[in-house]
């Protein structure tokens, strides 16, 4: 089992800055994709970038260039720069074994959440 707790979110004004970070604790969890999903109500769970075990990434289009995510062993962090107003969203760490994929049934392990609102 693999327990997930994030921390860093809160509220910015547009063009700020926010860095989300994310334990995993549990039994091989460092041979994991790790990755962040973002959900705002009315819409389906976005992945939003997600970094395998030998540090392979993969971003969104839409935070491609202002977010940016890095990982040591079972930990991971987000630093999102230059957030607009749709960036807002409670953002979730996820873990799974197996290669990255943007599709939520491969991570069997999810985060509580974490609410990032940015202003206008």
């Known amino acids: 089992q693999v327990q997930l707790v994030e921390s860093g979110g809160g509220s910015v004004q547009t063009g700020g800055s926010l860095r989300l970070s994310c334990a995993a604790s549990g039994s091989s969890n460092a041979r994991f994709c790790m990755a962040w999903f973002r959900q705002t109500p009315g819409k389906e769970r976005e992945g939003v970038a997600n970094i395998d075990n030998v540090g392979s990434l993969i971003y969104a289009d839409s935070v491609k260039g202002r977010f940016a995510l890095s990982r040591d062993n079972a930990k991971i962090w987000l630093q999102m720069n230059r957030l607009k107003p749709e960036d807002t969203g409670v953002y979730y760490c996820?873990?799974?074994?197996?290669?990255?994929?943007?599709?939520?049934?491969?991570?069997?392990?999810w985060g509580r959440g974490t609410q990032v609102t940015v202003f206008p």
């Open positions: 996820a873990a799974g074994p197996g290669f990255c994929t943007w599709n939520r049934g491969a991570f069997p392990y």
